[in-house]
């Protein structure tokens, strides 16, 4: 008998410690992915990024260090539409985590609550790396960060029931927030209305769409080959005879190629954070967002 | 909206009018509770209507107020949907991804690859020869995978030799549903035997296998098993795991495996791994091969220069240590990066050696037979620029002591087994390649190689190695 009563006392006491030690465990492809889920989260959460800023995302390496997060983890978070194709499939069946398995509501892919732009009418690798679900690059467009907290605070609030309240109080909170800066950034980048400007990589073409800018060329000769002599050459060329405002590049870009091309042709190169910690200012996305225009609109003075 | 509403309630009608109809042979009575019922129900769905109206309403309201922002994540599904309904969906729609890789070399040797051997090792069967001289098709890669159901994926990996031959490197299937970090496979798959065997020759840093896969492993063992594997559920990076097979290749013999019940070979293996920084991952691993090798043949010419044919029954057992170590500077490798690794393995063979098992020579003659041998090989390749890598292996193998009980007992000479007379091979080897992007490599390459008693070989080889179709992921 008391041996029945001191158990139950136990049970008792482990359901009680259990929700402070049961917080969800979120594996992140993507700084951004993870800096949303903590907003939406925030203590009934752990995230864990996979990737930093200063890596580039189709490039990682399927390290043993992410197949043992990822096999603790009870939602994953990534972007999809081919992005992570290169190394997320070999976690997914190396982890031994059905939880998280692509189709139950452990996986969650952010590119399919948007709508994806540049879906390839020919899909054929000589024209570079291309994605056949459409430019995967979507947290750009600050509106799509809206659309995939929308959704991903669902998702958080359907594996994790007892706490969908807190999920959606705090999901209203940051949508509120979200839209008073989303109104801000849209009136600061009013003057980079029509802007031309030259791109790394095709991973800006949401921002482009959001921000009405207007793409006059990449460095990269194809999306994913690093830029040569010869292409730079042809851009240069093209500069003299109708100059861009700004010359782009991302934080885990070489930034010797922008270099090259804003020395020669006299337009200002500008390195901006592409994702949460990409620069000082990138600590959250809202500083994301706000470093982002800030250096736009240095650039394209 | 009113016609939404006004659907609704018609189909509320309708479904009362059911009732109405199966039960048209009920008394007065039950007919006023249905009546009284499909009121109710009338009631009830014009409520709910009147509420989802005004919800609908508020919702609207909200969303004109916020205009900027179409933040239903509903309407981006919607519109999501439609860019996938466009899509013409076809038969083939379900058909496996298929990859294909493709390569070729060009080869100028200064010994001819047709006499190549090891020597000090025992002949392990397998295609250890080094590339042809001259322009040759090397072996092509036919890679079909999808998932079977929810809890099966297979894949199918056929190589296609230039000797017009058609094999099966692996195929096998294996499980996406089981939880707590457990996977399992079947069928033919590449073993967890050190580090390089589980990677596909494609996507090696070097032209060729080390020396040391090349006698231990006949180059890369394939085995028809089932692999067992656990994850540790913790943020080292932990595996186990256990092959059983049928023991198909050298070590184990003869060729194809016995013709027997049970198990060939077992194998367990474990690997620790993890990050230091962001700069730098690595993992270590730990595998032992047991298998009993019965009649497992070799190729030699005694001291009277006549081919033989040896066997060896007994017990192998093989340990194999591996390191990989990469950096990269923030984790960022497509500027520089640097891959460091490593493989020791030793083994023990015990039992019985047969000479010139076909007769034809002196005659069948049987003597104890054991060994204890050793081999490591260690390699770096640096990207030094984006696109451009360069590399160097050193390959050292050990012939430790092994005995000959034909030999030391006066039956045989020890010319009588002239492969396995004490000698160390070693090689160097640099390489440098260029990736025009991540689907296609040009390599260059160029080996020092004494695997010949006394005969050094210098091998250049010109190597492309292309990856068609589907992408390709690649292990660690």
Same mark, same amino acid.
């Given at each position: 008998?008391?041996?029945?009563?001191?158990?139950?006392?136990?049970?008792?006491?482990?359901?009680?410690?259990?929700?402070?030690?049961?917080?969800?465990?979120?594996?992140?492809?993507?700084?951004?992915?993870?800096?949303?889920?903590?907003?939406?989260?925030?203590?009934?959460?752990?995230?864990?990024?996979?990737?930093?800023?200063?890596?580039?995302?189709?490039?990682?390496?399927?390290?043993?260090?992410?197949?043992?997060?990822?096999?603790?983890?009870?939602?994953?978070?990534?972007?999809?539409?081919?992005?992570?194709?290169?190394?997320?499939?070999?976690?997914?069946?190396?982890?031994?985590?059905?939880?998280?398995?692509?189709?139950?509501?452990?996986?969650?892919?952010?590119?399919?609550?948007?709508?994806?732009?540049?879906?390839?009418?020919?899909?054929?690798?000589?024209?570079?790396?291309?994605?056949?679900?459409?430019?995967?690059?979507?947290?750009?467009?600050?509106?799509?960060?809206?659309?995939?907290?929308?959704?991903?605070?669902?998702?958080?609030?359907?594996?994790?029931?007892?706490?969908?309240?807190?999920?959606?109080?705090?999901?209203?909170?940051?949508?509120?927030?979200?839209?008073?800066?989303?109104?801000?950034?849209?009136?600061?980048?009013?003057?980079?209305?029509?802007?031309?400007?030259?791109?790394?990589?095709?991973?800006?073409?949401?921002?482009?769409?959001?921000?009405?800018?207007?793409?006059?060329?990449?460095?990269?000769?194809?999306?994913?080959?690093?830029?040569?002599?010869?292409?730079?050459?042809?851009?240069?060329?093209?500069?003299?005879?109708?100059?861009?405002?700004?010359?782009?590049?991302?934080?885990?870009?070489?930034?010797?190629?922008?270099?090259?091309?804003?020395?020669?042709?006299?337009?200002?190169?500008?390195?901006?954070?592409?994702?949460?910690?990409?620069?000082?200012?990138?600590?959250?996305?809202?500083?994301?967002?706000?470093?982002?225009?800030?250096?736009?609109?240095?650039?394209?003075? | 909206?009113?016609?939404?509403?006004?659907?609704?309630?018609?189909?509320?009608?309708?479904?009362?009018?059911?009732?109405?109809?199966?039960?048209?042979?009920?008394?007065?009575?039950?007919?006023?509770?249905?009546?009284?019922?499909?009121?109710?129900?009338?009631?009830?769905?014009?409520?709910?209507?009147?509420?989802?109206?005004?919800?609908?309403?508020?919702?609207?309201?909200?969303?004109?107020?916020?205009?900027?922002?179409?933040?239903?994540?509903?309407?981006?599904?919607?519109?999501?949907?439609?860019?996938?309904?466009?899509?013409?969906?076809?038969?083939?729609?379900?058909?496996?991804?298929?990859?294909?890789?493709?390569?070729?070399?060009?080869?100028?040797?200064?010994?001819?690859?047709?006499?190549?051997?090891?020597?000090?090792?025992?002949?392990?069967?397998?295609?250890?020869?080094?590339?042809?001289?001259?322009?040759?098709?090397?072996?092509?890669?036919?890679?079909?995978?999808?998932?079977?159901?929810?809890?099966?994926?297979?894949?199918?990996?056929?190589?296609?030799?230039?000797?017009?031959?058609?094999?099966?490197?692996?195929?096998?299937?294996?499980?996406?549903?089981?939880?707590?970090?457990?996977?399992?496979?079947?069928?033919?798959?590449?073993?967890?035997?050190?580090?390089?065997?589980?990677?596909?020759?494609?996507?090696?840093?070097?032209?060729?296998?080390?020396?040391?896969?090349?006698?231990?492993?006949?180059?890369?063992?394939?085995?028809?098993?089932?692999?067992?594997?656990?994850?540790?559920?913790?943020?080292?990076?932990?595996?186990?795991?256990?092959?059983?097979?049928?023991?198909?290749?050298?070590?184990?013999?003869?060729?194809?495996?016995?013709?027997?019940?049970?198990?060939?070979?077992?194998?367990?293996?474990?690997?620790?791994?993890?990050?230091?920084?962001?700069?730098?991952?690595?993992?270590?691993?730990?595998?032992?091969?047991?298998?009993?090798?019965?009649?497992?043949?070799?190729?030699?010419?005694?001291? !009277? $220069?006549?081919?033989?044919?040896?066997?060896?029954? %007994? +017990? *192998?057992?093989?340990?194999?240590? /591996? #390191?990989?170590?990469?950096?990269?500077?923030?984790?960022?490798?497509?500027?520089?990066?640097?891959?460091?690794?490593?493989?020791?393995?030793?083994?023990?063979?015990?039992?019985?050696?047969?000479?010139?098992?076909?007769?034809?020579?002196?005659?069948?003659?049987?003597?104890?037979?054991?060994?204890?041998?050793?081999?490591?090989?260690?390699?770096?390749?640096?990207?030094?620029?984006?696109?451009?890598? !360069? $590399?160097?292996?050193?390959?050292?193998?050990?012939? %430790? +002591? *092994?005995?000959?009980?034909?030999? /030391? #007992?006066?039956?045989?000479?020890?010319?009588?087994?002239?492969?396995?007379?004490?000698?160390?091979?070693?090689?160097?080897?640099?390489?440098?390649?260029?990736?025009?992007?991540?689907?296609?490599?040009?390599?260059?390459?160029?080996?020092?190689?004494?695997?010949?008693?006394?005969?050094?070989?210098?091998?250049?080889?010109?190597?492309?190695?292309?990856?068609?179709?589907?992408?390709?992921?690649?292990?660690?």
């Amino acid at each position: 008998m008391k041996a029945t009563t001191s158990f139950s006392v136990f049970v008792a006491l482990a359901c009680l410690a259990l929700p402070a030690s049961a917080a969800v465990s979120v594996f992140a492809c993507e700084p951004e992915w993870a800096a949303l889920a903590q907003e939406l989260g925030g203590d009934r959460v752990t995230v864990y990024a996979a990737t930093t800023a200063l890596q580039d995302v189709h490039h990682i390496e399927a390290r043993p260090s992410l197949i043992a997060r990822m096999r603790s983890a009870d939602l994953v978070v990534c972007t999809g539409a081919e992005l992570e194709a290169g190394w997320l499939p070999l976690l997914l069946t190396q982890s031994g985590n059905a939880r998280v398995r692509p189709g139950s509501d452990g996986y969650f892919e952010a590119s399919q609550f948007v709508v994806k732009l540049e879906i390839p009418k020919l899909l054929d690798r000589s024209q570079g790396d291309v994605h056949p679900g459409g430019n995967p690059h979507i947290h750009t467009d600050a509106r799509n960060v809206a659309r995939v907290a929308e959704a991903l605070s669902a998702r958080l609030a359907k594996i994790d029931a007892a706490n969908a309240q807190v999920y959606a109080s705090r999901s209203g909170a940051f949508l509120a927030r979200w839209r008073a800066a989303l109104a801000r950034w849209e009136h600061e980048a009013q003057p980079l209305k029509g802007a031309r400007i030259i791109v790394y990589h095709r991973d800006w073409s949401y921002l482009i769409n959001w921000l009405g800018l207007v793409e006059a060329g990449s460095l990269e000769p194809k999306p994913g080959l690093p830029p040569t002599p010869g292409h730079l050459a042809e851009l240069l060329g093209l500069m003299q005879r109708e100059p861009a405002r700004v010359i782009i590049y991302s934080a885990y870009n070489d930034p010797r190629a922008a270099a090259f091309l804003s020395e020669r042709s006299k337009i200002a190169a500008a390195m901006l954070p592409y994702t949460v910690g990409g620069s000082d200012r990138a600590k959250d996305l809202f500083g994301l967002f706000d470093d982002t225009i800030a250096r736009l609109l240095a650039g394209a003075k | 909206m009113f016609q939404s509403s006004n659907f609704a309630r018609s189909m509320a009608i309708a479904a009362g009018f059911a009732v109405f109809q199966s039960a048209h042979a009920a008394t007065d009575d039950d007919l006023k509770d249905l009546r009284e019922q499909v009121k109710q129900l009338r009631e009830q769905y014009e409520r709910r209507i009147d509420a989802l109206e005004k919800r609908l309403q508020q919702a609207e309201q909200s969303a004109g107020k916020a205009e900027a922002v179409a933040t239903k994540a509903e309407f981006a599904a919607q519109e999501v949907a439609l860019q996938a309904g466009s899509r013409p969906v076809s038969e083939g729609a379900m058909n496996p991804g298929i990859s294909l890789i493709m390569n070729g070399t060009y080869g100028n040797l200064s010994r001819d690859p047709a006499t190549y051997r090891i020597n000090g090792f025992a002949p392990s069967g397998g295609e250890v020869a080094p590339i042809g001289r001259g322009l040759s098709l090397g072996e092509s890669e036919l890679v079909l995978a999808a998932n079977v159901d929810p809890n099966f994926r297979g894949t199918l990996i056929a190589k296609l030799g230039a000797d017009d031959t058609v094999g099966i490197e692996e195929g096998f299937i294996q499980t996406l549903g089981l939880s707590n970090g457990l996977t399992a496979r079947a069928g033919r798959f590449l073993a967890g035997v050190g580090y390089l065997n589980e990677i596909h020759p494609h996507a090696w840093d070097f032209a060729d296998a080390p020396l040391a896969s090349k006698v231990f492993l006949g180059n890369q063992l394939g085995e028809d098993g089932v692999q067992v594997k656990w994850v540790a559920p913790t943020d080292l990076y932990f595996d186990a795991g256990m092959e059983l097979g049928r023991g198909r290749k050298f070590p184990a013999g003869p060729d194809n495996g016995r013709n027997k019940n049970g198990i060939g070979s077992a194998n367990v293996f474990a690997h620790l791994g993890g990050d230091i920084g962001t700069d730098t991952a690595w993992q270590v691993g730990l595998s032992h091969l047991r298998t009993q090798p019965r009649d497992r043949t070799y190729q030699d010419a005694d001291a !009277a $220069g006549i081919n033989v044919t040896n066997s060896f029954s %007994g +017990s *192998s057992r093989l340990w194999v240590l /591996s #390191g990989v170590l990469k950096w990269a500077p923030q984790g960022n490798s497509t500027i520089n990066n640097l891959k460091l690794q490593g493989e020791y393995f030793s083994r023990d063979e015990g039992g019985d050696l047969v000479y010139d098992s076909g007769g034809a020579s002196r005659g069948a003659q049987s003597g104890a037979y054991s060994s204890k041998q050793s081999g490591w090989y260690g390699q770096a390749v640096y990207q030094f620029a984006p696109q451009w890598r !360069a $590399g160097y292996r050193y390959d050292r193998l050990n012939a %430790g +002591s *092994s005995s000959i009980g034909l030999v /030391s #007992g006066g039956a045989r000479l020890a010319a009588d087994f002239p492969v396995l007379e004490r000698y160390s091979p070693t090689r160097n080897t640099w390489m440098i390649d260029w990736s025009g992007s991540e689907f296609s490599r040009w390599r260059l390459q160029f080996a020092q190689d004494k695997s010949r008693a006394g005969a050094p070989d210098n091998q250049v080889a010109l190597q492309y190695i292309m990856s068609l179709g589907a992408h390709g992921v690649h292990k660690f």
